[in-house]
T-cell receptor, first 111, second 115 residues
Framework: QQKVQQSPESLIVPEGGMASLNCTSS?????YFWWYRQHSGKSPKMLM?????GEKEEGRFTVHLNKASLHTSLHIRDSQPSDSALYLC???????????FGSGTQLTVMP | GALVYQYPRRTICKSGTSMRMECQAV??????VAWYRQSPQKTFELIAL?????????EQNFTQEKFPISHPNLSFSSMTVLNAYLEDRGLYLC???????????FGKGTRLTVV
C-alpha cells in the first residue's frame, strides 16, 4: 500500500467552482506536506507546503492540515480552466528531506 | 531564480541498451538530488536520493546496478538506465534541493521510450 494516498483520482468541476483534493499519509513520522501541480507534459511545480496544524491561504488556494490524522487537503476556489492539471501531494519526515508522492488527483475544470 | 535543467527531454532506446540523463542546478546549490520515475499511469516512484558527500540511498525495487547515479558537485547529477526494457518506460524526473526544508525544484523530465 502506498504511504501517501490521494483522493479522488479524478475530479471535474465547473469554471468558477470549488475543487477539493485530499491526501493522507499512513506514515506516523510524516510531519511536512507539499502540494505540487503538474500540467500535461510539464514537470511538477510546487504550489504550497504546510507544516503546522491549521490552514494556509495563498490567493485562490487554501491548504488544511490535521497532524493528528495526517490528513491534508487542498481547496481551489473560483477554479479556472488553467487549473486543470495533475495535483500531487508529497510528504516528508523530520531528518529526511526525501519526498514520497501520492498518485495524484487529475483535476479538470470545465469552461 | 532557481532552476533545474534536465536533458535530454526525450530519448528512444532499443531494448537492452542503456541511456544516461543529466540534471544541472542553476541559481542554487543542489545539496541533495532525488531521481523519480513517473509511469504512464502517473504513479510517482522515488528511485534514489543522493546527497553530496554521502552514500546514495536507493529505494526498494531500484538498485545501483540498474540505475547508477553520479552527483559529483553541488550543481550536477546524472543517472543511467542500464539494459532498459519496456517496464523502464516513463518520465524520469530529477528534483534538487538546497537543504533543510527548502522547496524541491524539478527538471522538466526525460521521457524514455524503449522499443
Amino acid at each position: 500500500q502506498q504511504k501517501v494516498q490521494q483522493s479522488p483520482e479524478s475530479l471535474i468541476v465547473p469554471e468558477g467552482g470549488m475543487a477539493s483534493l485530499n491526501c493522507t499519509s499512513s506514515d506516523r513520522n510524516v510531519d511536512y506536506f507539499w502540494w505540487y501541480r503538474q500540467h500535461s507534459g510539464k514537470s511538477p511545480k510546487m504550489l504550497m507546503s504546510i507544516f503546522s496544524n491549521g490552514e494556509k491561504e495563498e490567493g485562490r488556494f487554501t491548504v488544511h492540515l490535521n497532524k493528528a490524522s495526517l490528513h491534508t487537503s487542498l481547496h481551489i476556489r473560483d477554479s479556472q480552466p488553467s487549473d486543470s492539471a495533475l495535483y500531487l501531494c508529497a510528504a516528508s519526515t523530520s531528518g529526511s528531506w526525501q519526498l514520497i508522492f501520492g498518485s495524484g488527483t487529475q483535476l479538470t475544470v470545465m469552461p | 531564480g532557481a532552476l533545474v535543467y534536465q536533458y535530454p527531454r526525450r530519448t528512444i532506446c532499443k531494448s537492452g541498451t542503456s541511456m544516461r540523463m543529466e540534471c544541472q542546478a542553476v541559481g542554487f546549490q543542489a545539496t541533495s538530488v532525488a531521481w523519480y520515475r513517473q509511469s504512464p499511469q502517473k504513479t510517482f516512484e522515488l528511485i534514489a536520493l543522493s546527497t553530496v558527500n554521502s552514500a546514495i540511498k536507493y529505494e526498494q525495487n531500484f538498485t545501483q546496478e540498474k540505475f547508477p547515479i553520479s552527483h559529483p558537485n553541488l550543481s550536477f547529477s546524472s543517472m543511467t538506465v542500464l539494459n532498459a526494457y519496456l517496464e523502464d518506460r516513463g518520465l524520469y524526473l530529477c528534483g534538487a534541493r538546497a537543504g533543510g526544508w527548502t522547496e524541491v525544484f524539478f527538471g522538466k523530465g526525460t521521457r524514455l521510450t524503449v522499443v
